[in-house]
């Protein structure tokens, strides 16, 4: 079981940089065991995968070589560090878990394998 809480969203401008942060309360299993994940979903549209946290950092193509994700296992924290922010952007950001293990990391690309999520936080980038 865990609980996860997001912070920092904002307001930005295009090109500006965000990093947001998820901590993770974890009972009966580590933190470390869990894989991550980060969503977005704009207004009128469905959820999409933005990064896992499996094979050094996954992405999608719309995000890679701006975005990066990392954690900390000791500060239970994964991050996502957003830079060259633009428009198209802008969503509710969701971080999530799972102690799902598969092969092939396009399972995790699929936010039906996540089993919590954090609240969301918004994320604005105005043009």
């Known amino acids: 079981q865990v609980q996860l809480v997001e912070s920092g969203g904002g307001l930005v401008q295009a090109g500006d940089s965000l990093r947001l942060s998820c901590t993770a309360t974890?009972?009966?299993?580590?933190?470390?065991?869990?894989?991550m994940g980060w969503f977005r979903q704009a207004p009128g549209k469905e959820r999409e995968f933005v990064s896992t946290?499996?094979?050094?950092?996954q992405y999608a193509d719309s995000v890679k070589g701006r975005f990066t994700l990392s954690r900390d296992n000791a500060k239970n924290t994964v991050y996502l560090q957003m830079n060259s922010l633009k428009p198209e952007d802008t969503a509710v950001y969701y971080c999530?878990?799972?102690?799902?293990?598969?092969?092939?990391?396009?399972?995790?690309?699929?936010?039906?394998?996540?089993?919590?999520w954090g609240q969301g936080t918004q994320v604005t980038v105005s043009s």
């Open positions: 999530a878990a799972t102690t799902k293990q598969y092969y092939s990391s396009g399972k995790y690309y699929s936010s039906t394998t996540y089993d919590y």
């Open positions: 974890a009972s009966g299993r580590s933190f470390s065991s869990y894989v």
């Open positions: 946290s499996v094979w050094s950092g």
